[in-house]
C-alpha cells in the first residue's frame, strides 16, 4: 500500500514475537503473536501499548493489516511469517505516528463524502462491478463514523469533481467548487476522489510449490481532504493495493454480497478504505470547528450546527471573516480575519441548527450571511493567510 503523507510525520519501527502452537488453533495463534509483535515494537519506539490495546478490525489477510490502539500505530505490515518446531514468529514493521498536542472543542467534525468516481468505467466490465465506486463511497462514510473522536458523517449522492482522465486539480478549482457545496450542505469538511485503476493483470507464480498463473486486480485510489469554510487542502494521498481476483470472469458479481467483500480483492479494498479512514481522521483531529451563519431572525443569527453537534444554550462563539485571493489562475488562498469583538451566546438549540444572540450591541449588525462562527474558546491562530502548501 502506498500514501504520500501531508500530515503529521511518522516511522515505521520492527517488532518481533513468538508463540508456541501446541493445540491452539493457528488463526488465533497468529493474530496473538500479530498483536505482541506490534506491542514489542511500540515499546522500541517509546510507546506503552500491550497487546491487550490492540485491536484488529478482522480484516488481516497478506501483509497488510488495519489495527486501532491506544496510541499512535496506524497501520501494519507482517514483514515474515515462519513456522518451526511447534513455534510460530511473526516480524513485523508498525507505522508509528508521533504524540502530539494540539488545540480542540467538543464539537463534531461535519464531513461530506461524495461519490468516489471510477475513472476508467470500461475497467469494471470484468465482474460487472460498474457500482464498485459507489460501494467503496459507503464504507468510507461508515468507517469514518465509526472513528474515535466525534464526527457528523453525510454521504453525498453526486461526485465532487467530474472527470474522465487523471488530473492535478488547481487550489482555486478546488477551493471555489468547495465553498459552493458548503453552502449547500452546510459541512465543514469535503472528502472527494478518484479510483484510478481497477485494472486486471496475470501474474506467474513459479514456486517450488506451485508452477501458474493468477489473476490479479489493482485498486488506486486518490483521496482528497478540504476545508470547505477555510478553503484549504488538509490532505491529498494515494493508495495502491492488489490481490487475487477469484471471480469466475462469465459472472457478474455482487458487490452487495459479504462473500465478495470476504474474497481477497474485497479485503484489501477495505484495507486500503481503512488506511485512508486512519490519515483522514488524523488530517482534520485538529482543525478548529468553524460553522456557517445560515439564516436572520429578529433576535439573533442562525448557524449551521445544533444539539447534534454538541452545541448547548449558553455557548459562546466568535465572528470571523474571511475573503478569497485570487491572484492567479492556480492559486487560491484565504484571508482569515478573526473578529473577537463581536461574540455570541447561543439562546435555543434544534437538531442541527441554533440561533445566537450577540453580547455586544453591534455584534448583529456585523454578521453577513455565510459568515463563519467558530468557538470562542479556542484560540485562532496568529496565521492570518491559509491556504494550500
Not at 52 to 61: F, P
Not at 168 to 194: D, S, Y
Not at 308 to 327: I, W
Request: glycine share 4%; aromatic share 8%.
Amino acid at each position: 500500500m502506498f500514501g504520500v503523507s501531508a500530515i503529521a510525520s511518522a516511522q515505521w519501527i520492527q517488532g518481533q514475537a513468538s508463540l508456541a502452537v501446541h493445540n491452539a488453533p493457528l488463526d488465533e495463534v497468529r493474530r496473538m503473536a500479530i498483536k505482541s509483535a506490534i506491542a514489542d515494537a511500540s515499546f522500541t519506539s517509546g510507546s506503552l501499548i500491550t497487546a491487550q490495546d490492540v485491536v484488529i478490525d478482522g480484516l488481516l489477510v497478506s501483509s497488510k493489516a488495519e489495527v486501532h490502539t491506544t496510541g499512535r500505530i496506524q497501520r501494519v505490515e507482517i514483514l515474515q511469517e515462519t513456522l518451526e518446531e511447534n513455534q510460530l514468529t511473526v516480524v513485523i514493521r508498525a507505522n508509528i505516528t508521533p504524540l502530539f498536542q494540539c488545540e480542540s472543542d467538543k464539537y463534531a467534525r461535519s464531513v461530506v463524502v461524495s461519490q468516489l468516481i471510477l475513472l476508467n468505467p470500461r475497467q469494471a466490465a470484468h465482474g460487472d462491478i460498474y457500482d464498485f465506486g459507489a460501494k467503496i463511497s459507503q464504507r468510507f462514510a461508515q468507517q469514518l463514523q465509526r472513528q474515535p473522536g466525534s464526527l457528523d458523517v453525510l454521504l453525498y449522492n453526486k461526485a465532487f469533481m467530474q472527470q474522465t482522465r487523471p488530473v492535478t486539480f488547481l487550489p482555486l478549482q478546488l477551493n471555489e467548487k468547495a465553498a459552493l457545496l458548503a453552502r449547500e450542505l452546510g459541512k465543514q469538511f469535503i472528502i472527494f476522489g478518484q479510483i484510478r485503476d481497477i485494472s486486471l493483470f496475470e501474474q506467474v507464480n513459479t514456486s517450488k510449490t506451485r508452477n501458474n498463473t493468477a489473476l490479479r486486480r489493482n485498486f488506486t485510489l486518490d483521496i482528497y481532504v478540504i476545508d470547505a469554510f477555510r478553503q484549504s487542502v488538509l490532505l491529498q494521498e494515494s493508495y495502491y493495493s492488489e490481490a487475487d481476483w477469484t471471480f469466475s470472469p462469465a459472472n457478474a458479481v455482487d458487490t452487495s454480497n459479504s462473500l465478495f467483500w470476504r474474497s481477497d480483492f474485497g479485503r484489501v479494498a477495505l484495507n486500503t478504505v481503512n488506511s485512508a479512514v486512519s490519515d483522514i481522521s488524523h488530517a482534520i483531529a485538529c482543525e478548529k470547528t468553524v460553522t456557517q451563519v445560515i439564516d436572520h431572525v429578529p433576535d439573533g443569527v442562525v448557524i449551521g450546527m445544533g444539539e447534534k453537534e454538541g452545541v448547548q444554550v449558553g455557548d459562546e462563539f466568535t465572528l470571523v471573516k474571511y475573503q478569497t485571493l485570487k491572484r492567479t489562475a492556480s492559486t487560491g488562498l484565504t484571508l482569515t480575519r478573526p473578529l473577537p469583538q463581536f461574540t455570541f451566546k447561543v439562546t435555543n438549540i434544534n437538531a442541527h441548527v441554533a440561533i445566537l444572540q450577540g453580547t455586544t450591541q453591534h455584534a448583529l449588525a456585523a454578521v453577513n450571511l455565510y459568515d463563519l462562527i467558530a468557538p470562542s474558546t479556542i484560540k485562532t491562530s496568529k496565521k492570518a493567510v491559509t491556504g494550500p502548501d
